[in-house]
């Protein structure tokens, strides 16, 4: 059974940082893409980056770029997301996904997902 399972959400202030982590199970981890997805109150859901098998990250949310860092540990199935300067607008529910290709398709947002982890950016 495929399970994937975000944690280390929070509250955070404006210009803090956050890791997320995505433990997986159920399936074959170092051969899978995984990505994040977040969604914000009242807003559609935003496919963020993803990292290959080969780790290699494709960043499809511009400002993800330069703040947002994916990476995994192969030895514990398990995907981090370390998130910096984090701002009010960061605020949201964000998922991981797991597909065996990274795409900025709804097919891959609506793959294999997990219950998420709430992010709160407020002063």
């Known amino acids: 059974q495929v399970q994937l399972v975000e944690s280390g959400g929070g509250l955070v202030q404006p210009g803090g940082s956050l890791r997320l982590s995505c433990a997986t199970s159920g399936f074959a981890f170092e051969h899978f893409a995984i990505g994040w997805l977040r969604q914000a109150p009242g807003k559609e859901p935003e496919g963020m980056l993803c990292?290959?098998?080969?780790?290699?990250?494709?960043y499809y949310l511009d400002s993800a770029k330069g703040r947002f860092t994916i990476s995994r540990d192969n030895a514990k199935n398990t995907v981090y997301l370390q998130m910096n300067n984090l701002k009010p607008e960061d605020t949201g529910i964000y998922y991981c996904?797991?597909?065996?290709?990274?795409?900025?398709?709804?097919?891959?947002?609506?793959?294999?997902r997990g219950q998420g982890t709430q992010v709160t950016v407020s002063s």
């Open positions: 990292s290959s098998s080969s780790e290699e990250t494709a």
């Open positions: 996904v797991g597909h065996e290709i990274c795409a900025n398709k709804r097919w891959f947002w609506e793959s294999s």
